[in-house]
Each structure stands twice: as structure tokens, then as C-alpha cells.
């Protein structure tokens, strides 16, 4: 099955610095990848996604990247805010059954 | 509309005990899934299914049990509760068309065995 791996586990950076959270996945055949949004105490909201027959893909100050070769997507934050601080989920699928969902990185903007 | 419903928020239950978790969503969602989130980690996949009457095991579906007998309703079932259950355990749904749509999560469910 798919594995994904997400890194960091934590990161913090100062206000109106970018951030980036880099993954990778296993399964070749997988070619939709979705970024997932989780505020402390709430529930995961999707925030952007990505298919495979798109290397980039942006919504204002969040892009995606992916790179189908070397099996990896990344999230870029640019300009960020002290709301942009939570934990962001990325995941895999193959279909639409199965999202695989990487560990998670805890994302902190220092005022 | 309320999107994902899910009760209860808390629960807290005894070694060995029985409950159930209930999912509702009124957005016609064909495919519902349940999903637990462990301190740390990203969520894993309990059980899911892609319309009424039709159900599959996810990642870890030892110790749970679902059923879907109706478009709306997704209730996951702990027959023996064990504190290796401990976790939040969310529901979701997404959209019936074609491709890949985003999940709807609900509000999840914590719940500790002790």
C-alpha cells in the first residue's frame, strides 16, 4: 500500500517569513495529493490539492509543488500569519477510496 | 445545511465495554469514511463506504465494526473497548461525482479506555 512520509514534524517561523513541508510517497500510482489544514481542537480542513497532471499549483499565499519522478509534493507558505499557525496533514491517493495521510507537521509563526 | 455530524464529543469508557460512535451528514454524500487520530500522528483509516449497504476495512479496522444502512448514517461500533482504542476519532464524507473531492470532516469524537 502507500506510505507517506512527512517532514518536519515541527516547524516555526517568524511572521511574514515562507514555510515549506515537504512529502513523499511510495506508490507510483498514486496521482491526487490534497493539503489538509487542522487548527488546535478542530477538525482537518482541506486547504489545497493537487493532481498529477499539474506540477504547480497556487491559491494566493499557499502553492503546491509536485514532482511525480522523484515522488514528492511540498507545501509553500509565503507572507505567513499568525493564523497560518497548525498542524497541516498531506496524503496521497491512487482513487477515491483511500487517502493515505502523512504524521503531520506542527507549524508555528513566532510574532 | 450542518455538513458532518458526529456524537458524542467525549466519551470516556471502561476496559471491555461497548459503544457506538454516530455519523450523520445531509449533504447526499455517497462515500463516508471513519478515521482515528492518535497524539502525534496522522489519521489512519478505520472503515469506509461508497454508498448504502457497502462497506470496507481501511488501514485498521481490528476491533470495529460499521455499517451503512442508509445514505445519511455511518455509525462505527467498539465492541470491547481496549486503551490501545484511545484516540479522536473523526468521520467524514465526500462528494458522489467523479474524481477526487475533498473530505468533509466532523467535529470528532475523543475517546479515552480506561
Known amino acids: 500500500g502507500e506510505n507517506v512520509e512527512q517532514h518536519p514534524s515541527t516547524l516555526s517561523v517568524q511572521e511574514g517569513d515562507s514555510a515549506v513541508i515537504k512529502c513523499t510517497y511510495s506508490d507510483s500510482a498514486s496521482n491526487y495529493f490534497p493539503w489538509y489544514k487542522q487548527e488546535l481542537g478542530k477538525r482537518p480542513q482541506l486547504i489545497i490539492d493537487i493532481r498529477s497532471n499539474v506540477g504547480e499549483k497556487k491559491d494566493q499565499r499557499i502553492a503546491v509543488t509536485l514532482n511525480k519522478t522523484a515522488k514528492h509534493f511540498s507545501l509553500h507558505i509565503t507572507e505567513t500569519q499568525p493564523e497560518d499557525s497548525a498542524v497541516y496533514f498531506c496524503a496521497a491517493s491512487e482513487n477515491r477510496e483511500k487517502l493515505t495521510f502523512g504524521t503531520g507537521t506542527r507549524l508555528t509563526i513566532i510574532p | 445545511n450542518a455538513g458532518v455530524t458526529q456524537t458524542p464529543k467525549f466519551r470516556i469508557l471502561k476496559i471491555g465495554q461497548s459503544m457506538t460512535l454516530q455519523c450523520a451528514q445531509d449533504?447526499?454524500?455517497?462515500?463516508m469514511y471513519w478515521y482515528r487520530q492518535d497524539p502525534g500522528m496522522g489519521l489512519k483509516l478505520i472503515y469506509y463506504?461508497?454508498?448504502?449497504?457497502?462497506?470496507d476495512k481501511g488501514e485498521v479496522p481490528n476491533g470495529y465494526n460499521v455499517s451503512r444502512s442508509t445514505t445519511e448514517d455511518f455509525p462505527l461500533r467498539l465492541e470491547l473497548a481496549a486503551p490501545s482504542q484511545t484516540s479522536v476519532y473523526f468521520c467524514?464524507?465526500?462528494?458522489?461525482?467523479?474524481?477526487?473531492?475533498?473530505?468533509?470532516f466532523g467535529s470528532g469524537t475523543q475517546l479515552s479506555v480506561l
Open positions: 467524514a464524507s465526500s462528494y458522489p461525482s467523479g474524481g477526487y473531492e475533498k473530505l468533509f
Open positions: 463506504s461508497v454508498g448504502a449497504g457497502i462497506t
Open positions: 449533504m447526499n454524500h455517497n462515500y
